[in-house]
């Protein structure tokens, strides 16, 4: 599927597994299961259906395969955005919200926040750019570093869901 041109939902309803994880199974961050499980929800009624489907996938999955989506997140920028190893869609994500472009104290406090909130909890910090600025984006790393373990899974998860919104909306004509 061609990242310029999104697909009817239509077409959506009527892929094969195969195809439908090969077009939608990195909205899941290095994660096809979750496009494999959201497909078995089709056909979708909309695009909420569709998304519904992505984050009913997650919410029904073990406690350890969630972790693993959480861990399979990159920093907000981290190692992998100055490395050019993002995927496509968080570097477009990432530059979209000027995380690209950080003044060198702005860099070194997110990779100060990286650090502590990763070993705080185990896993990266999840945040939701697209249409947040390089600002909101460390008032809320600022936050969110005083919350408890529990309070930053389901954070993060709930972060997770809201990055397959944006993406399945970005791919999907409503």
Same mark, same amino acid.
């Given at each position: 599927m061609? &990242?310029?041109r999104p697909i009817a939902l239509e077409e959506v309803n009527h892929l094969d597994l195969t195809s439908? *994880? !090969?077009l939608f199974g990195d909205v899941a961050e290095h994660s096809p299961w979750v496009a494999e499980a959201a497909a078995h929800g089709r056909p979708y009624a909309d695009r909420e !259906?569709?998304?519904a489907a992505f984050v009913d996938a997650v919410m029904r999955a073990p406690r350890m395969d969630q972790l693993e989506l959480i861990r399979a997140h990159? /920093? @907000?920028a981290g190692r992998a955005a100055i490395a050019g190893s993002l995927t496509a869609d968080s570097k477009r994500e990432q530059v979209g919200a000027g995380l690209d472009s @950080? *003044?060198? !104290?702005?860099f070194a406090r997110f990779s100060d926040l990286n650090g502590f909130y990763k070993q705080q /909890?185990? %896993?990266p910090f999840i945040f939701a750019v697209k249409g947040a600025t390089k600002d909101q984006i460390l008032a809320a790393f600022e936050e969110r570093v005083r919350n408890d373990h529990a309070t930053e899974f389901a954070t993060a998860l709930s972060q997770v869901c809201r990055? %397959? &919104?944006f993406r399945i909306e970005d791919r999907v004509k409503s």
């Amino acid at each position: 599927m061609s &990242r310029l041109r999104p697909i009817a939902l239509e077409e959506v309803n009527h892929l094969d597994l195969t195809s439908f *994880t !090969a077009l939608f199974g990195d909205v899941a961050e290095h994660s096809p299961w979750v496009a494999e499980a959201a497909a078995h929800g089709r056909p979708y009624a909309d695009r909420e !259906a569709m998304v519904a489907a992505f984050v009913d996938a997650v919410m029904r999955a073990p406690r350890m395969d969630q972790l693993e989506l959480i861990r399979a997140h990159p /920093n @907000l920028a981290g190692r992998a955005a100055i490395a050019g190893s993002l995927t496509a869609d968080s570097k477009r994500e990432q530059v979209g919200a000027g995380l690209d472009s @950080l *003044t060198p !104290a702005e860099f070194a406090r997110f990779s100060d926040l990286n650090g502590f909130y990763k070993q705080q /909890n185990g %896993f990266p910090f999840i945040f939701a750019v697209k249409g947040a600025t390089k600002d909101q984006i460390l008032a809320a790393f600022e936050e969110r570093v005083r919350n408890d373990h529990a309070t930053e899974f389901a954070t993060a998860l709930s972060q997770v869901c809201r990055i %397959f &919104r944006f993406r399945i909306e970005d791919r999907v004509k409503s």
